[in-house]
């Protein structure tokens, strides 16, 4: 490992911890997630515990909580601490416009997300974040674990030419990458935007690499060549460096909270034939800079 590598993993793992007064905080790992004990979702969070669950959220990047017993309003009320909900788009044909049912059958040969991205990248303002319960898990194996990437660490890890070379550039994100083989329905524009390749994250301007194998499709600034080349170099970044990702496990009653801004996550599948089922509520986000 390299000198400048060694450098950004201990800018991390060498800070002071925070001592909190109304929740726990236990670490996932020294890079990236936490999960958070000491409030009941279910209920109005106090204005120091909402306080400190942001902190811990801009820390963690992804919040883990356990054993919570949330209706859908409770849910979107959590949600909209961190800001305005975001619509299901294109929306259900019924239900909850602002809650993405995420279920999956025993006959599913794919899950949604079963693979590195962040989600809706090909939006103007990609979302805050996402909140995912799960209500349902697989009865008899374990598996469905869900893999969260710090992406602020797979900028820093790159060498300082490289940082200096991708700053600046911008990516197309294309919603036809991750949706393949989707039917849009009637009067639905499958998006497609361009971000800069290196943003700063709104609250707390650190940099990270914001390119993801489910929405990026090239580098405009680049022949096709060596926008691919480029491109593959990075997404390989994510699967191949396994000290930038956590691993959660998912059991009845879970929430997690991630910040879709700085992390890529990957839904693994590997629970066939088993089902399990969950709701997923969004977060509007804002304009992204470079």
């Not at 060498?159 to 083989?181: C, N, Q």
């Amino acid at each position: 490992m390299q000198r400048y590598e060694l450098e950004a993993i201990e800018r991390i793992t060498t800070r002071a911890p925070r001592t909190y007064r109304t929740i726990e905080v236990e670490t996932l790992t020294p890079i990236i997630g936490a999960q958070i004990s000491g409030v009941d979702l279910s209920q109005e969070l106090s204005e120091e515990q909402l306080g400190e669950v942001k902190t811990a959220f801009l820390d963690h990047h992804v919040l883990v909580f356990r054993d919570q017993v949330i209706s859908a309003t409770d849910h979107k009320r959590f949600a909209g601490y961190f800001g305005e909900l975001r619509p299901v788009n294109p929306p259900p044909p019924e239900g909850d416009p602002y809650i993405l049912e995420i279920a999956t059958s025993a006959e599913a040969a794919n899950v949604a997300g079963n693979g590195w991205h962040a989600d809706g990248t090909d939006n103007p303002e990609p979302a805050l974040g996402s909140m995912l319960y799960l209500t349902q898990v697989p009865e008899t194996v374990s598996g469905g674990d869900t893999m969260f990437a710090n992406m602020h660490l797979a900028y820093e890890m790159l060498s300082p030419a490289m940082r200096e070379f991708l700053d600046g550039l911008t990516a197309i994100h294309d919603g036809h990458v991750a949706l393949k083989d989707f039917v849009a329905p009637p009067g639905y524009v499958i998006p497609r935007n361009e971000h800069p390749l290196v943003v700063r994250h709104p609250e707390t301007d650190r940099k990270l690499l914001y390119v993801n194998q489910g929405y990026t499709e090239s580098i405009p600034q680049l022949s096709a060549d060596e926008s691919r080349a480029v491109l593959d170099m990075l997404f390989r970044m994510v699967p191949d460096r396994a000290l930038l990702s956590c691993r959660v496990r998912w059991y009845p009653n879970t929430l997690v909270f991630w910040d879709n801004r700085c992390v890529q996550h990957h839904a693994t599948y590997d629970y066939y034939p088993h089902t399990r089922y969950g709701q997923r509520v969004a977060i509007n986000g804002g304009p992204l800079k470079g």
